[in-house]
């Protein structure tokens, strides 16, 4: 990969004037977001709203953005708004700025500026503790782009130049696009109107330290709108912290000067302290002042206390008359609310306005009923945090802890649940057998969550159990496939039982019946190198065997589920594994991983990709088999992703 090209010696300062733009004051849009996860998908959503904006009214009036300059924008603004979020944590803003030259051949640019208020925080090849330093000076030596991550190789790609300036306090990385096949505007642009429609990210970035603020608004639409947006953002997070920073960025500056919130320890007693989650200020110089003051001792509301405002002293002194006020140190009103859901206290939210008596009625109400919501999504945070727990346990529980290896054959795993909170329905397994045979198992219980646990707790031990008695490959399926089905016969009686204490009428629990593709094999060292297998497919995805000129072949044949029908007698094909083959086994979360009406082994499309693995090891393999079925489809995949490849060594001398 080529190195990050430095920036260009004549540079264009952000902020400055640009000769020669026909048109008076550059177009241009901007917002503040704050430095959370959110804030880079709220900036990708900002630009695309700002470009379409743009081309709306006529800039250019001709030609309009191409589709490649639009990507190429919010792929730039998405790595250096994550830079900010993750190295300077800091509230971001984000300015897209349009610049155009006059002359013989016009000619224009995108400028993306990206601003945090942390300059002591390096970023990509910028050496820290250098804030004199401009864009023009180029750092003595750029490191390995391994050591600091790409996304500044990506945007020195894309742009056409870049830099960083510093000014006090701040730290601005800016990229220039420059706009292909320009026409330029017939007149100048209505900058008002560029204005309207940019709400992706208002939501997210308010204007900041806004002097003045409107109450009256929240008496008529403004309140129902606003609730509603902030149901949305709430509503779509599983993680309780990211609640509460989201629930500060709507409430300040909004309806507060200042807010803080507690979390209540779950499952604490009566003496549980409660953790200050989140402190925001609209100042954010009086952010860390504030939450010292308030780490003296927690807010407790007396037990009798329910959902309404309680008006409770500012948590710091009001300064003495000779003395001017410090950023959070000032004087006003404050009110705290209870957070409450199904009835459990969950925590307390203080909010404070600077410099007044009281907290107007209306704007009291709509907190409350703001804090309702919150209650409700710090409930749904914290019930899928304990799902997401059981899960992870559970599953843990019911796969390998590790896996056996196996003499002269390299292995490698790949296994990665759809959703993190519910188990996932793939298993894998290799263990020894007596006799000099290792066994392999990849199965695929249909469905998920509880229902395939069951299964999956099932199948694998007995699977052992049989592979350990002697029972040959077919008699393992035999006999795996009368226990799932006398297991759901008993079952079905049950079920049967429970209809007869009913009254005859029908329940319908939602029961699976318990259905099962298996692939199962065993693999035995051969004297003269390489290993002989022995597999079985029982509604599985067949496995490939791959040889070192790159030809594929099915290894095995296909044969009905397991669990379904009652007189089946499985088969199994033999067959060596030379120095240097392959075997690739695969569920279905491979197979039929979906591009719209397309699936990924449409037309041999795994086999296609295996073809290319000739002469790589295992987890290289592997590993490129992961990467193309993630690769096949923008969106991640929505079925258990699980896949294994034997790898035969060669001799070495």
């Given at each position: 990969?080529?190195?990050?090209?430095?920036?260009?010696?004549?540079?264009?300062?952000?902020?400055?004037?640009?000769?020669?733009?026909?048109?008076?004051?550059?177009?241009?849009?901007?917002?503040?977001?704050?430095?959370?996860?959110?804030?880079?998908?709220?900036?990708?959503?900002?630009?695309?709203?700002?470009?379409?904006?743009?081309?709306?009214?006529?800039?250019?009036?001709?030609?309009?953005?191409?589709?490649?300059?639009?990507d190429?924008?919010?792929?730039?603004?998405?790595?250096?708004?994550?830079?900010?979020?993750?190295?300077?944590?800091?509230?971001?803003?984000?300015?897209?700025?349009?610049?155009?030259?006059?002359?013989?051949?016009?000619?224009?640019?995108?400028?993306?500026?990206?601003?945090?208020?942390?300059?002591?925080?390096?970023?990509?090849?910028?050496?820290?503790?250098?804030p004199?330093?401009?864009?023009?000076?180029?750092?003595?030596?750029?490191?390995?782009?391994?050591?600091?991550?790409?996304?500044l190789?990506?945007?020195?790609?894309?742009?056409?130049?870049?830099?960083?300036?510093?000014?006090?306090?701040?730290?601005?990385?800016?990229?220039?696009?420059?706009?292909?096949?320009?026409?330029?505007?017939?007149?100048?642009?209505?900058?008002?109107?560029?204005?309207?429609?940019?709400?992706?990210?208002?939501?997210?970035?308010?204007?900041?330290?806004?002097?003045?603020?409107?109450?009256?608004?929240?008496?008529?639409?403004?309140?129902?709108?606003?609730?509603?947006?902030?149901?949305?953002?709430?509503?779509?997070?599983?993680?309780?912290?990211?609640?509460?920073?989201?629930?500060?960025q709507?409430?300040?500056?909004?309806?507060?000067?200042?807010?803080?919130?507690?979390?209540?320890?779950?499952?604490?007693?009566?003496?549980?302290?409660?953790?200050?989650?989140?402190?925001?200020?609209?100042?954010?110089?009086?952010?860390?002042?504030?939450?010292?003051?308030?780490e003296?001792?927690?807010?407790?509301?007396?037990?009798?206390?329910?959902?309404?405002?309680?008006?409770?002293?500012?948590?710091?002194?009001?300064?003495?008359?000779?003395?001017?006020?410090?950023?959070?140190?000032?004087?006003?009103?404050?009110?705290?609310?209870?957070?409450?859901?199904?009835?459990?206290?969950?925590?307390t939210?203080?909010?404070?306005?600077e410099?007044?008596?009281?907290?107007?009625?209306?704007?009291?109400?709509?907190?409350?009923?703001f804090?309702?919501?919150?209650?409700?999504?710090?409930?749904?945070?914290?019930?899928?945090?304990?799902?997401?727990?059981?899960?992870?346990?559970?599953?843990?529980?019911?796969?390998?802890?590790?896996?056996?290896?196996?003499?002269?054959?390299?292995?490698?795993?790949?296994?990665?649940?759809s959703?993190?909170?519910?188990?996932?329905?793939?298993?894998?397994?290799?263990?020894?057998?007596?006799?000099?045979?290792?066994?392999?198992?990849?199965?695929?219980?249909?469905?998920?969550?509880?229902?395939?646990?069951?299964?999956?707790?099932?199948?694998?031990?007995?699977?052992?159990?049989?592979?350990?008695?002697?029972?040959?490959?077919?008699?393992?399926?035999?006999?795996?496939?009368?226990?799932?089905?006398?297991?759901?016969?008993?079952?079905?009686?049950?079920?049967?039982?429970?209809?007869?204490?009913?009254?005859?009428?029908?329940?319908?629990?939602g029961?699976?019946?318990?259905?099962?593709?298996?692939?199962?094999?065993?693999?035995?060292?051969?004297?003269?190198?390489?290993?002989?297998?022995?597999?079985?497919?029982?509604?599985?995805?067949?496995?490939?065997?791959?040889?070192?000129?790159g030809?594929?072949?099915?290894?095995?044949?296909?044969?009905?589920?397991?669990?379904?029908?009652?007189?089946?007698?499985?088969?199994?094909?033999?067959?060596?594994?030379?120095?240097?083959?392959?075997l690739?086994?695969?569920?279905?979360?491979?197979?039929?991983?979906?591009?719209?009406?397309?699936?990924?082994?449409?037309?041999?499309?795994?086999?296609?990709?295996?073809?290319?693995?000739?002469?790589?090891?295992?987890?290289?393999?592997?590993?490129?088999?992961?990467?193309?079925?993630?690769?096949?489809?923008?969106?991640?995949?929505?079925?258990?992703?699980?896949?294994?490849?034997?790898h035969?060594?060669?001799?070495?001398?």
């Amino acid at each position: 990969m080529a190195p990050i090209p430095l920036q260009r010696d004549t540079v264009q300062r952000p902020g400055t004037s640009r000769a020669g733009y026909a048109h008076g004051p550059r177009l241009a849009s901007r917002t503040s977001l704050p430095g959370i996860p959110l804030a880079p998908s709220a900036a990708r959503r900002f630009v695309r709203a700002a470009l379409a904006e743009w081309t709306g009214l006529g800039v250019p009036a001709a030609v309009g953005f191409s589709d490649r300059l639009a990507d190429d924008a919010v792929t730039v603004t998405n790595e250096l708004v994550t830079n900010a979020v993750v190295h300077a944590g800091t509230t971001v803003d984000l300015v897209l700025r349009l610049e155009e030259e006059g002359g013989d051949e016009p000619s224009a640019a995108l400028v993306l500026e990206v601003t945090d208020h942390h300059p002591a925080r390096p970023v990509g090849a910028d050496e820290p503790g250098d804030p004199g330093r401009t864009e023009t000076e180029a750092p003595a030596g750029l490191p390995d782009p391994a050591e600091y991550g790409r996304g500044l190789q990506l945007v020195a790609t894309l742009a056409e130049s870049w830099g960083i300036t510093y000014r006090t306090g701040l730290k601005t990385v800016w990229a220039r696009l420059p706009v292909d096949d320009w026409s330029g505007p017939p007149g100048p642009p209505d900058q008002d109107s560029l204005r309207r429609g940019l709400r992706a990210a208002e939501i997210l970035a308010p204007a900041a330290r806004r002097t003045e603020r409107d109450d009256a608004v929240w008496d008529s639409r403004g309140a129902p709108a606003f609730l509603a947006e902030a149901s949305d953002l709430l509503a779509g997070q599983l993680d309780e912290d990211l609640v509460a920073a989201i629930a500060g960025q709507l409430l300040v500056p909004r309806l507060a000067d200042w807010c803080a919130i507690w979390l209540e320890a779950e499952g604490g007693g009566p003496g549980a302290e409660p953790r200050l989650a989140r402190v925001w200020h609209s100042d954010e110089t009086g952010t860390e002042p504030l939450r010292t003051a308030l780490e003296r001792e927690p807010l407790r509301l007396p037990a009798g206390v329910g959902s309404g405002p309680v008006s409770v002293p500012v948590p710091w002194p009001a300064p003495p008359p000779d003395e001017a006020p410090q950023p959070g140190a000032r004087d006003g009103a404050a009110l705290a609310f209870r957070i409450t859901a199904a009835g459990r206290a969950l925590g307390t939210v203080l909010v404070g306005r600077e410099g007044v008596a009281q907290v107007p009625e209306a704007v009291a109400s709509l907190i409350e009923d703001f804090v309702r919501r919150l209650g409700l999504a710090v409930g749904a945070a914290r019930a899928y945090t304990r799902q997401a727990t059981i899960s992870r346990i559970l599953q843990r529980g019911l796969l390998p802890s590790k896996v056996a290896e196996i003499p002269g054959v390299t292995s490698a795993l790949v296994y990665e649940p759809s959703d993190d909170g519910v188990v996932g329905g793939d298993f894998y397994d290799i263990f020894p057998c007596p006799g000099d045979r290792w066994c392999f198992v990849l199965g695929d219980v249909q469905g998920s969550g509880p229902e395939a646990a069951v299964v999956t707790g099932l199948a694998r031990p007995w699977l052992r159990l049989l592979s350990r008695e002697g029972f040959g490959v077919g008699e393992v399926l035999d006999r795996l496939n009368r226990l799932l089905l006398d297991d759901a016969m008993e079952a079905a009686e049950a079920a049967a039982l429970m209809v007869a204490a009913a009254g005859g009428q029908q329940l319908h629990d939602g029961s699976q019946s318990r259905f099962l593709s298996l692939l199962y094999g065993e693999v035995v060292p051969l004297p003269g190198g390489g290993v002989r297998c022995t597999v079985a497919s029982a509604g599985h995805p067949l496995p490939l065997l791959l040889r070192p000129d790159g030809s594929v072949r099915p290894a095995a044949e296909p044969q009905v589920l397991l669990g379904v029908v009652e007189d089946v007698a499985y088969e199994s094909q033999v067959f060596d594994l030379a120095p240097g083959d392959t075997l690739l086994c695969v569920t279905d979360g491979v197979t039929e991983r979906r591009s719209g009406p397309l699936m990924f082994d449409d037309g041999d499309g795994l086999a296609r990709v295996l073809a290319g693995c000739a002469g790589l090891p295992a987890d290289a393999t592997a590993e490129r088999i992961r990467r193309a079925v993630h690769e096949f489809a923008e969106q991640p995949p929505d079925d258990d992703v699980a896949l294994l490849v034997l790898h035969a060594d060669r001799h070495t001398d």
